[in-house]
């Protein structure tokens, strides 16, 4: 090797190494604890890096003015920033750093085990069934009013009822703000009760919880609640029918594809005790599965976002109004594609607590998460595939909270849809 092409190595390898250095960019941040309106000293905070299975990139502790940087290497990759406050762990509201973000801001709040202002807003019960099996999924909306702010976190943060021989099939929560991610459910002493492990922040946390049981055309149930709910609701196909053993308790809400009874301002003595009896799908249901056969049929990707997703509340009148929406949509993760998965699954002897797998952005403490994925694709067409549907799903969930502007939508999902255009293509081809 001639001392000419050494020294021309040598410059290729420095320039590298100088626009390496140049594209590193440092992302300052500051956490506030909105508890006591002051800076957040001592709190660890993580660097995370969304496209590497939710890796710590590094870790820093907050100084005196609740200030922290970090270097990002890689600064065209989103990442993401945790902070650990008195165990529980925050998120910056804007969601991950993108390209080209240079400060982040993130407020936590001091913890308890129980607070005054935490109150249930509205328990919704889904059911549908086919001849042997009923699915229900309930939505349980709780709000946290604490003054001052302060989050709730325990072991025992939320503790519902079930009917006693309900088998759950997923848990899921979502934090105000956040999206949605599977928690473990722990059975407690008393038969068909159960406790979540989740920390509810000041504002509005949302949980999920789908379960079957056994169904021979009739049923009997005798829901429970832990305090005070603020609406009831029972929803079923209108090929089902609804009685109340307490008539004057429960009343319909006007609907023309769905049957709605709402019980309102109940508590732990309430008499909410019914009977149903038929069977029938819910029709956002019925629709994503002909949705999804055709798809199949035309070799296209079927569409698995959740029905409806967290839009906002349709014109309809109070009290229920800014619960109309989660009602007849089903909003959140499972509510229109939960319980098509458990129809179209064989009901399994010995189902108890639901499994804690994590999306590919997921984790307990509460970063987004997607439902319980399919089993590993096998090939590289196949794996592709899946992380397409990934993508899609989170733009499409960005778009519904506001979280990404039209025009970035709209780039963002041309771009997706001719990969993968070209990555069935590819598959077809090949099979």
């Known amino acids: 090797m001639t001392s000419t092409y050494r020294k021309l190595i040598l410059i290729l390898m420095a320039v590298l190494l100088i626009g390496s250095a140049a594209a590193a960019v440092t992302v300052t941040g500051k956490v506030t604890n909105a508890t006591t309106g002051k800076p957040a000293s001592g709190d660890t905070v993580e660097l995370l890096a969304l496209q590497q299975g939710m890796s710590v990139l590094s870790s820093t502790k907050t100084d005196a003015a609740g200030s922290f940087s970090f270097n990002i290497d890689e600064p065209n990759s989103p990442h993401l920033v945790r902070v650990n406050h008195a165990g529980v762990s925050y998120f910056p509201a804007g969601g991950p750093i993108r390209p080209g973000q240079t400060t982040t801001s993130i407020d936590v709040y001091d913890s308890a085990g129980k607070l005054e202002g935490v109150s249930?807003?509205?328990?919704?019960?889904?059911?549908?069934?086919?001849?042997?099996?009923?699915?229900a999924v309930e939505l349980i909306a709780v709000r946290n009013a604490s003054n001052p702010p302060r989050t709730v976190a325990g072991e025992k943060t939320y503790e519902f009822y079930l009917p006693e021989n309900a088998q759950i099939d997923q848990v899921m929560a979502e934090a105000p703000g956040g999206m949605a991610v599977t928690v473990p459910a722990t059975p407690a002493a008393e038969r068909g009760k159960y406790s979540l492990k989740y920390a509810i922040k000041p504002g509005e946390t949302r949980f999920e919880v789908a379960y079957h049981l056994p169904y021979a055309g009739k049923a009997s149930f005798t829901p429970k609640v832990t305090g005070d709910v603020q609406h009831f609701v029972v929803m079923m196909p209108k090929s089902m029918t609804f009685e109340a053993v307490n008539g004057a308790k429960f009343a319909p809400m006007?609907?023309?594809t769905v049957s709605i009874q709402v019980a309102t301002n109940v508590n732990a003595s309430s008499n909410l005790a019914f009977r149903i009896s038929g069977t029938g799908m819910l029709q956002e249901?019925?629709?994503?599965q002909a949705q999804s056969d055709s798809g199949a049929q035309a070799g296209t990707m079927p569409d698995n976002r959740p029905g409806g997703g967290l839009?906002?509340?349709?014109?309809?009148?109070?009290?229920?109004?800014?619960?109309?929406?989660?009602i007849l949509a089903g909003l959140g993760i499972i509510l229109a594609c939960g319980a098509m998965f458990v129809i179209s699954r064989p009901a399994q002897q010995g189902t108890t607590i639901a499994s804690t797998q994590a999306r590919p952005v997921a984790t307990a403490a509460g970063t987004p998460a997607r439902p319980a994925a399919p089993p590993a694709p096998t090939d590289r067409s196949a794996m592709l595939l899946e992380g397409l549907k990934e993508e899609l799903f989170q733009l499409e969930l960005d778009k519904q909270q506001g979280r990404i502007s039209e025009s970035d939508y709209q780039l963002a999902k041309s771009a997706l849809d001719q990969t993968l255009k070209r990555a069935l293509a590819r598959k077809s081809s090949s099979s």
Request: charged letters at 25%; zero cysteines; hydrophobic letters at 30%.
């Open 285 to 288: 249901e019925q629709a994503a």
């Open 311 to 326: 839009g906002p509340p349709t014109d309809a009148p109070d009290p229920l109004h800014s619960y109309r929406w989660p």
């Open 254 to 256: 006007d609907d023309k």
């Open 120 to 135: 249930t807003n509205v328990n919704v019960v889904r059911l549908q069934a086919d001849g042997s099996t009923l699915q």
